[in-house]
């Protein structure tokens, strides 16, 4: 609904879910939506579909099997390219007649959100790009030409600090990804050995453990929950190495780097309590668009 309306306020920029996670959807339901969008934008869409982070982890479930991934991704090409396609033992096809989405077939791009061999096999066979997440993938190179990454962090002000309160609302909700992340993924030791980690870790503990994943994933890359709030300060300084925080004279070096490793694409996500103020910086920092008066 949102990228609906997006299409309808804009005519340039690229639009598309990133990403789709199988279990949530009938294939045929996202075929629809993409359909319906592709109509609206026609030639600025394009999808990215993963085997599920948060989109599973905040329901108690872990990520889908990359198999299983697949074949979706197989249907719902399929479906978008006019085809009958087989889910869950039945022949199903688009029956949306003229004028409902735009016609078949469909050619939308869809990229996989590979962060590992299982993912990248996948995005080898069946995606038109890779979408990762935060690391660059070295392998993607090999396997496709549009390697998309998604970026988080914020822009320094002259002279600002990274723990600054403005700083660590911009970016703290990405940086507490990590310990959701290491935790979920890694356990406890893993996210002991992050800055702050033990103790987020016993302070999320303290919650039942048929409602953990629930404590783990509120907020996720929107606002720092209660228990990641109390060691941002210690995790910014270590997480803002892997991210697009810095200086706007600090940023095309990062974005250079990223490039010089293979990425294609930037991916931003900007957090916090002033979104307009956080892209409209960094598309000055990255050289998008004039500075700020």
């Known amino acids: 609904m949102i990228l609906?309306?997006?299409?309808?306020?804009?005519?340039?920029?690229?639009?598309?879910?990133?990403?789709?996670?199988?279990?949530?959807?009938?294939?045929?339901?996202?075929?629809?939506?993409?359909?319906?969008?592709?109509?609206?934008?026609?030639?600025?869409?394009?999808?990215?579909?993963?085997?599920?982070?948060?989109?599973?982890?905040?329901?108690?479930?872990?990520?889908?099997?990359?198999?299983?991934?697949?074949?979706?991704?197989?249907?719902?090409?399929?479906?978008?390219?006019?085809?009958?396609?087989?889910?869950?033992?039945?022949?199903?096809?688009?029956?949306?007649?003229?004028?409902?989405?735009?016609?078949?077939?469909?050619?939308?791009?869809?990229?996989?959100?590979?962060?590992?061999?299982?993912?990248?096999?996948?995005?080898?066979?069946?995606?038109?790009?890779?979408?990762?997440?935060?690391?660059?993938?070295?392998?993607?190179?090999?396997?496709?030409?549009?390697?998309?990454?998604?970026?988080?962090g914020t822009v320094l002000d002259d002279g600002e600090e990274l723990t600054s309160p403005r700083a660590i609302d911009a970016a703290g909700p990405a940086a507490a990804v990590l310990y959701h992340a290491m935790y979920e993924r890694g356990g406890a030791e893993a996210v002991d050995a992050l800055p702050g980690g033990q103790g987020w870790r016993e302070a999320i503990e303290a919650y039942p453990t048929d409602e953990r994943h629930l404590a783990i994933h509120r907020g996720h890359l929107v606002k720092a929950n209660v228990s990641d709030e109390l060691h941002l300060v210690e995790l910014i300084p270590f997480a803002s190495s892997m991210a697009l925080t810095g200086t706007a004279g600090e940023l095309p070096e990062k974005i250079a780097g990223l490039a010089a490793q293979g990425v294609t694409e930037i991916v931003y996500q900007p957090a916090g309590s002033d979104i307009e103020r956080e892209l409209t910086v960094f598309a000055s920092a990255a050289g998008l668009r004039e500075p700020p008066s």
């Open 4 to 152: 609906s309306r997006c299409a309808q306020c804009t005519s340039r920029i690229g639009l598309g879910p990133g990403v789709l996670v199988p279990s949530l959807r009938h294939p045929m339901v996202n075929a629809a939506a993409i359909a319906e969008l592709e109509s609206q934008a026609p030639g600025r869409v394009a999808v990215a579909i993963g085997s599920g982070f948060t989109g599973r982890m905040s329901l108690g479930q872990r990520a889908m099997p990359w198999r299983l991934v697949a074949e979706y991704v197989r249907c719902l090409r399929a479906l978008l390219a006019g085809e009958t396609a087989e889910w869950e033992g039945a022949k199903i096809g688009m029956l949306q007649l003229p004028g409902f989405g735009a016609k078949r077939p469909i050619e939308v791009p869809i990229l996989i959100g590979a962060d590992g061999p299982k993912g990248l096999a996948v995005a080898a066979e069946l995606g038109d790009g890779v979408f990762s997440a935060a690391v660059p993938q070295a392998e993607a190179a090999k396997i496709a030409d549009w390697r998309a990454l998604l970026c988080f």
